[in-house]
C-alpha cells in the first residue's frame, strides 16, 4: 500500500449481509481501515483501546458513544477518545474511512 494511489471510493465494493472491509495499515497500536456497509448494518458496540477516527466516504451513518449519537454524511470527520464505548449504524449504504492511533 505504500508509495501508491489510492482511491478510497474504489477500494471497496457493496456485499448484502456483510461488511467488507481492507486494512490499509493494521500494527500494533496503529490502523487505517477503509469499511463499507448497505443501509440498515449495524455494529455492535465496542471499545477502541486506542482514539479513533470516522471519516465518511460516501453514504451517511450514525455513531452513538457512552453520551451522544452524531449523525454524519459525505466529508465529516469524528473523533473518539480510547475507551469510549460506540456503535456504528449505517443510515444508508456508505463507505467510512477509520484511523486507529
Same mark, same amino acid.
Given at each position: 500500500?505504500? %508509495? %501508491?494511489?489510492?482511491?478510497? %471510493?474504489?477500494?471497496?465494493? $457493496?456485499?448484502?449481509?456483510? &461488511?467488507?472491509?481492507? $486494512?490499509? &495499515? +493494521?500494527?500494533? +497500536?496503529?490502523?487505517?481501515?477503509?469499511?463499507?456497509?448497505?443501509?440498515?448494518?449495524?455494529?455492535?458496540?465496542?471499545?477502541?483501546?486506542?482514539?479513533?477516527?470516522? $471519516?465518511?466516504?460516501?453514504?451517511?451513518?450514525?455513531?452513538?458513544?457512552?453520551? %451522544?449519537?452524531?449523525?454524519?454524511?459525505?466529508?465529516?470527520?469524528?473523533?473518539?477518545?480510547?475507551?469510549?464505548?460506540?456503535?456504528? +449504524?449505517?443510515?444508508? +449504504?456508505?463507505?467510512?474511512?477509520?484511523?486507529?492511533?
Amino acid at each position: 500500500m505504500f %508509495k %501508491k494511489i489510492i482511491v478510497p %471510493k474504489e477500494e471497496l465494493h $457493496y456485499r448484502n449481509d456483510s &461488511i467488507e472491509n481492507k $486494512y490499509l &495499515i +493494521n500494527e500494533g +497500536n496503529r490502523a487505517l481501515g477503509l469499511f463499507a456497509a448497505t443501509a440498515q448494518t449495524v455494529v455492535p458496540a465496542q471499545i477502541s483501546p486506542q482514539d479513533i477516527c470516522f $471519516y465518511v466516504i460516501e453514504g451517511k451513518i450514525e455513531v452513538k458513544t457512552d453520551d %451522544k449519537a452524531f449523525q454524519m454524511k459525505e466529508q465529516e470527520m469524528l473523533l473518539i477518545p480510547k475507551t469510549s464505548a460506540f456503535t456504528l +449504524n449505517f443510515l444508508e +449504504n456508505s463507505k467510512i474511512f477509520t484511523v486507529r492511533f
